[in-house]
Nanobody, 123 residues
Framework: VQLQAFGGGLVQAGGSLRLSCAASGGTFTLYTMGWFRQAPGKEREFVAAIAWNNGATYLESAKGRFTISRDNAREMVYLQMNGLKPEDTAVYYC??????????????????WGQGTLVTVSS
């Protein structure tokens, strides 16, 4: 499975961004899709995940601000980020896991990764 993430950029605190991830090379509905992020000097961190049937989970600090969604027909997954804060600054990665679910928050368990897209939130 190949994943390509895009949509990052520079935004002021309180602003919004929508990240997108295009998947190819596999049966999309077999995979739970997720977003992780990695800030400089920190470990990769789970942000959100969504199952084929749209069941989703979120990092506690992302609840109410971020929304993950997927379009199974287009093989796309999205992360709508509202109310962005400087602490959300990180490289955001799209990921896929086949034998796992939305509660798999350990990044080492995920099978496939996109190249990452940088989100910078200025104060």
């Amino acid at each position: 499975v190949q994943l390509q993430a895009f949509g990052g950029g520079l935004v002021q605190a309180g602003g919004s961004l929508r990240l997108s991830c295009a998947a190819s090379g596999g049966t999309f509905t077999l995979y739970t899709m997720g977003w992780f992020r990695q800030a400089p000097g920190k470990e990769r961190e789970f942000v959100a995940a969504i199952a084929w049937n749209n069941g989703a989970t979120y990092l506690e600090s992302a609840k109410g601000r971020f929304t993950i969604s997927r379009d199974n027909a287009r093989e796309m997954v999205y992360l709508q980020m509202n109310g962005l804060k400087p602490e959300d600054t990180a490289v955001y990665y799209c990921a896929a896991i086949k034998y796992g679910g939305v509660y798999d928050r350990e990044y080492l368990r995920w099978d496939y990764w996109g190249q990452g897209t940088l989100v910078t939130v200025s104060s």
